[in-house]
């Protein structure tokens, strides 16, 4: 298995750090999903800078929030302390979660159950299944293999499915895990799949448009 790696967010400061600081257009949906079937214990895995751990907080739920980079969940929790949000911070492995069996009722998780190989899919796919409760549920999002990133050819293979990330940035030596819809099937075998799709997002950079391709999913337990 590759060995995790958390982003590197000391690179993204000022105008960098804005786009992660605005909740994503689904987390909207699957917010008040939650809220109106009454779930109260949420985890917002791989949390980066806290956009969604602040939503989900002033939402009401009682929130946790978990990641790999120390950086981000010194500056996740110096955000909430400032909203005057009461969050339980953790810094560690996804492919480990230290959270009690059958204790969260929602997991939300946006752009970061890929970063590892398949064999670490395998295992987180199998903390999620070990720390939600029955009928508990999980959003994520999972890189497509039609997006760009799969396709590129100089950022080494670490198995079929996965591609470390070569370019210049906060994503740098990352595992990325691309997936298709067999696959994410088999994965999630044990699972309800409630909804997924494939969405393209478009970024204006630098006077340049990428565009990347993501499975959505909610599954339930
Ligand atoms: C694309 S960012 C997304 C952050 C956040 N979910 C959001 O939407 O703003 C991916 C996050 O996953 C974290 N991450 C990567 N590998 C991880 C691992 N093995 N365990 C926990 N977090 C990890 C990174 O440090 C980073 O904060």
């Not at 993204?12 to 750090?17: D, I, P």
């Not at 600081?21 to 917010?31: A, D, K, T, W």
């Not at 949000?85 to 953790?90: A, C, D, G, I, R």
């Not at 990352?174 to 298709?180: G, K, L, T, V």
Request: aromatic share 12%; proline share 3%; net charge negative.
């Amino acid at each position: 298995m590759v060995e995790s790696k958390g982003w590197n967010w000391k690179i993204v400061q000022g105008e960098k750090a804005e786009y992660w600081l605005e909740p994503s257009v689904e987390s909207y949906y699957v917010l008040n999903r939650w809220k109106s079937e009454g779930k109260k214990e949420l985890l917002d895995l791989g949390c980066g800078l806290g956009r969604h751990t602040i939503l989900a907080a002033e939402n009401g739920f009682n929130t946790k929030a978990f990641d790999l980079s120390e950086n981000a969940i010194e500056r996740a929790k110096e955000y909430s302390e400032k909203e005057g949000l009461n969050v339980e911070f953790k810094v560690g492995d996804m492919l480990e979660l230290p959270y009690e069996d059958e204790s969260l009722d929602c997991i939300l998780c946006v752009n970061v159950i890929s970063h590892t190989d398949t064999e670490g899919m395998k295992k987180v796919i199998n903390e999620l299944k070990r720390i939600l409760k029955k009928d508990g549920e999980c959003y994520m999002t999972l890189g497509s293999k039609e997006t760009w990133g799969f396709k590129q050819e100089d950022w080494p293979l670490a198995d079929p499915n996965t591609r470390i990330r070569m370019d210049e940035g906060p994503e740098k030596g990352i595992p990325h895990f691309y997936a298709d819809y067999n696959l994410i099937k088999e994965l999630f075998k044990d699972f309800i799949i409630e909804k997924v799709y494939q969405k393209e997002d478009f970024v204006e950079r630098d006077g340049k448009v990428n565009s990347s391709y993501h499975y959505h999913l909610i599954v339930r337990k």
